[in-house]
């Protein structure tokens, strides 16, 4: 199993200019997420969803739109790419579980690095 | 979502033994206790979890005292690979839930091990 991938692994942006980010998971999770980590900074939740069809904000959801047409990928959509939006982007799926079991484990991705000029 | 204070930074060396004590005091009844490893340039990676007293695994342990306000990871042994970020988060275990699998990392602790 791949686990969870990125694609792509780096990109450079200009201001104004628009990009997806994709997310695949090999493990048939049902939760998928995307968080941003700033330099010295935890991990910030943009979107998340908890099946297929179906996203919810997160944290910091302005200037992202985010989509899961397939269970076992999820996009994040930079509209129009702004410096503020420089980070590195992690996404990460769990399975679903019941709060008498033990709380689902989230598994990362690679993460993507993004410079936005 | 529960906030958790943690030390910025701790030192050790090589064989000790180190104890991160992560506090959340307004943790609620379905909230379960998670600790992450970050290394540079890697996504974040699942270590231990708990709801209450002590859970054990191959790599760490964790203690959650009765009132569940604050919680030790435990890294027996440390070696210079377990330099890293560690972060304590705390989420809602109930699958229905509004704040289900929504974790929130804070800057967590930067654990620098020496030989």
């Known amino acids: 199993n791949a686990g969870v991938t990125q694609t792509p692994k780096f990109r450079v942006l200009k201001t104004g200019q628009s990009m997806t980010l994709l997310c695949a998971q090999d493990?048939?999770?049902?939760?998928m997420y995307w968080y941003r980590q700033d330099p010295g900074m935890g991990l910030r939740l943009i979107h998340y969803?908890?099946?297929?069809?179906?996203?919810a904000k997160g944290e910091v959801p302005d200037g992202y739109n985010v989509s899961r047409l397939k269970k076992q990928n999820f996009l994040l959509g930079l509209e129009s790419a702004a410096p503020s939006q420089t980070s590195v982007y992690f996404c990460a799926s769990s399975p679903t579980s019941i709060w008498w079991e033990a709380y689902n484990e989230q598994f990362f991705g690679p993460g993507t690095r993004l410079t936005v000029l | 979502l529960a906030k958790t204070t943690q030390p910025i930074s701790m030192d050790s060396y090589e064989g000790q033994e180190v104890n991160i004590t992560c506090s959340h005091n307004?943790?609620?009844?379905?909230?379960?206790i998670t600790w992450y490893q970050q290394f540079p340039s890697q996504g974040p990676r699942f270590i231990i979890q708990?709801?209450?007293t002590k859970v054990t695994n191959e790599v760490a342990s964790l203690f959650i005292p009765a009132d569940r306000k604050s919680s030790t990871l435990s890294l027996p042994r440390v070696s210079l690979s377990d330099t890293a970020v560690y972060y304590c988060?705390?989420?809602?275990?109930?699958?229905?839930?509004?704040?289900?699998?929504?974790?929130?990392f804070g800057q967590g602790t930067i654990l620098t091990v020496h030989p």
């Open positions: 493990m048939n999770h049902e939760y």
């Open positions: 988060l705390v989420g809602d275990g109930n699958a229905g839930g509004t704040s289900y699998g929504k974790l929130t």
């Open positions: 969803s908890v099946g297929e069809g179906t996203t």
């Open positions: 708990g709801y209450k």
């Open positions: 307004n943790i609620a009844t379905n909230d379960y």
